[in-house]
């Protein structure tokens, strides 16, 4: 077998691994996040690739790369998904009605629900899939994976786990401690 027939193998064998991995990314199976952006562009070199960022965080492929090296472009779908993570909450404690803000990855432009243990304090929405800001409430309302019922709690002072949950599953869970009750019991 001479060079020029294993190089052609090569590439043949890199442009189905391309083919799928679009595939994959066109049905959803794979998506590009901001932090996979950079990677991507490392491994995908090609001068008619060009990625933009959505709202959610989320690269969109703007034309057909094509990768220029022999060896098969293999994506990984864990460095693809953007998991849903709390980094911290700022600040770490306030009363009902102070501002909060959340700053994490994998928030959606829509529908964030901010969770004070089983109750739902906010939902919200994040303009860069980083950050979110809600009100602490003066009642929260009990909450499972599936729904959420028409059981409605007042906010006491304590420490809460807090969580954040969307269309892309659960976030870690941070504390947060309420400095003060709704004043209502």
Known sequence: MNHSSVRHKGFVVSTIIFAITIFLI???VLVFNKSANT???NILTSSSTQTSTNADGLAEVKSQPVSTSSDPVIISPTLLQQDLTISSISPSSGATGDKVTIMG???TSANNEIMFGNY???TTDSIDGKTLSFDIPERLQNCTKDACTDTIIF???GRYSVFVRNTKGESNHLTFDVTTSSGMQ
Do not use: R
């Open 26 to 28: 066109v049905t959803g």
């Open 39 to 41: 990677a991507v562009k």
């Open 105 to 107: 990855t994998g928030f």
């Open 120 to 122: 739902k304090a906010a």
């Open 155 to 157: 906010v006491e002072k």
